[in-house]
């Protein structure tokens, strides 16, 4: 059998090597999706090492194993790990299998060494693991936030973003923040290092906008998230692309059990406090409802999990000034330029709830002077000062879907996530058919392949896509 090569790598060579230099650096940014890993050293009660243990590390919510052999230095590791509790089981000839608990969190390097007794009877040790006061594996300035933290600790606005200012050394302002509007975040400083410098991620995909830096443009609800994780520093090589803050957000999967949770929120003037300086509050009205549903599809191998959340508010009045024409302008259109497209313009389309303050410009019947003051045959009021009273809506929808598929008993893993959002901020106009609403909209589809080649071997292949408009 004969081989032929390509004539153009034949004889261009460089080109694919050229070729694929273009490709990874017109990537996006990707890093890697389950950032947890853990590791350790297999023990015999007098604190030698044990080769050759069998390692199996079990997702309980999941029942996805994973398998490793502790090498001739007695040490296990398993990569690419999801946020969660785990338990770990050790077996190694001689000895009594060794069963321990363990919580992985994100971009945690978790050291848990297994110490092994003598085999003399067919039972099993159970053990609780707790994370140490002091991990030597760590070196990260990092908190985690935990299911339950996120959920119950209060939020302004439900704005996930603003638990950033809960981890030590962080400080700012939250800007009154949602998780409706793109292209804001939290004036979050750390480190000597401005809020532009900051990274947003979700699921191991940067979030953080390639327009204005520092800024986020999706912002999940609170619960559909497993974790935050907050750097300040010590941060891990792939995330060079922040020195300030990196915000890491992981979203939750599905499990074998159907879980789910609520909310509604109603924030009114009533429920607002008043202060010796602001005793009155301007009127407004806020209401949020959201869900999250998660659950098995196919038991130990297919799952989901889907949130929803919608914002429905008229934001407090405010009252601004505008510059309007008079009611005298109008008659005198009607009577002297009946049929022209100004005269059709004001007449059809009149203001409504505006304050006439007073008048300032004044006008001739020909239309041809104006004037700030009446004199000669300019003594037609022209233009208004006036103020209007304004308490424009302000909406928000978002919604995600996120599937996971086990294959080969959890060697494969396909992890499919959708984002959307549309937010609505009501512009209201003096003449209220002209009034608009500034609408944006947020895209994210991210696919990501974990395929396991052995206990130390495996590879990522991720593809995400986001898009804003508006």
């Given at each position: ?8 790598l ?6 694919l ?7 990874m650096?017109?990537?996006?940014p990707?890093?890697a ?17 044990v080769a050759?243990?069998?390692?199996t ?10 398998h490793s052999?502790?090498?001739?230095s007695?040490?296990y ?5 999801a946020?969660g ?7 190694a ?9 363990i ?5 945690q390097?978790?050291?848990?060494d ?19 006061a ?7 300035v ?5 299911t339950?933290q ?7 606005n439900?704005?996930t973003?603003?638990?950033v200012?809960?981890?030590p050394g ?13 292209e804001?975040?939290?004036d979050a400083?750390?480190?000597g290092?401005f ?11 940067t979030s ?17 998230l497993?974790e935050?994780?907050?750097?300040t520093?010590t ?13 890491e957000l ?10 789910g949770a ?5 924030y ?5 406090a008043?202060?010796?300086f ?38 407090p ?8 024409e ?17 005269t ?5 389309f ?20 104006q ?6 045959t ?9 103020s209007?009273?304004?308490a424009?809506?302000n909406?928000?929808l978002?919604?995600s879907?996120r599937?996971?598929?086990?294959f080969r008993?959890g060697k494969?893993?396909v ?5 959307h959002?549309?937010?609505e901020?009501?512009?209201?106009d ?7 609403s ?6 994210l589809y991210?696919?990501n ?18 898009r804003?408009?508006?």
């Amino acid at each position: 059998m004969s081989s032929r090569t390509l004539p153009f790598l034949r004889r261009r060579p460089s080109r694919l090597c050229l070729l694929l230099v273009v490709l990874m650096l017109a990537a996006s940014p990707l890093w890697a999706q389950f950032s947890g890993r853990l590791q350790g050293t297999v023990l015999d009660p007098t604190g030698a090492v044990v080769a050759n243990a069998n390692v199996t590390l079990t997702n309980p919510d999941t029942n996805q194993v994973a398998h490793s052999v502790s090498d001739g230095s007695g040490q296990y590791h398993f990569e690419s790990l999801a946020p969660g509790n785990y338990r770990l089981d050790a077996v190694a000839g001689g000895f009594q299998p060794q069963q321990v608990a363990i919580t992985v969190t994100t971009q945690q390097v978790a050291n848990v060494d297994v110490k092994l007794t003598v085999l003399q009877a067919n039972n099993t040790v159970q053990v609780t693991e707790s994370t140490p006061a002091l991990d030597p594996e760590e070196n990260r300035v990092q908190t985690t936030l935990s299911t339950e933290q996120v959920r119950t600790l209060p939020l302004q606005n439900r704005g996930t973003l603003n638990l950033v200012f809960s981890a030590p050394g962080v400080s700012g302002y939250t800007q009154n923040l949602d998780n409706f509007a793109n292209e804001e975040t939290p004036d979050a400083n750390a480190n000597g290092h401005f809020s532009g410098s900051n990274l947003y991620i979700i699921d191991g995909i940067t979030s953080t906008s390639n327009v204005t830096g520092g800024t986020n443009n999706i912002t999940p609800n609170p619960d559909s998230l497993q974790e935050i994780a907050i750097q300040t520093n010590t941060f891990s090589p792939e995330f060079a692309g922040g020195a300030g803050v990196t915000t890491e957000l992981t979203t939750k999967g599905g499990s074998n059990t159907f879980h789910g949770a609520g909310e509604y929120s109603f924030y009114n003037q009533d429920l607002q406090a008043r202060s010796y300086f602001v005793p009155i509050v301007s009127p407004y009205k806020q209401m949020e409802y959201s869900g999250v549903l998660g659950g098995p599809i196919w038991k130990n191998k297919t799952f989901f999990e889907a949130s929803v959340e919608k914002k429905a508010a008229t934001t407090p009045a405010t009252t601004g000034f505008i510059a309007t024409e008079d009611p005298a302008l109008r008659t005198l259109l009607q009577n002297n330029f009946p049929g022209t497209i100004g005269t059709k313009l004001l007449t059809t389309f009149p203001t409504q709830g505006v304050n006439r303050l007073s008048v300032k410009y004044y006008t001739s019947p020909d239309l041809t002077t104006q004037c700030a003051t009446p004199s000669g045959t300019c003594t037609i009021p022209f233009i208004d000062n006036a103020s209007q009273t304004t308490a424009p809506y302000n909406n928000g929808l978002q919604y995600s879907l996120r599937l996971d598929q086990l294959f080969r008993g959890g060697k494969d893993r396909v992890y499919a996530y959708y984002f959307h959002i549309d937010h609505e901020v009501q512009v209201i106009d003096p003449r209220p058919q002209f009034s608009s609403s500034n609408d944006t909209t947020s895209n994210l589809y991210h696919i990501n392949y974990t395929h396991v080649f052995s206990p130390s071997l495996l590879n990522e292949a991720s593809f995400a896509y986001d898009r804003v408009d508006g």
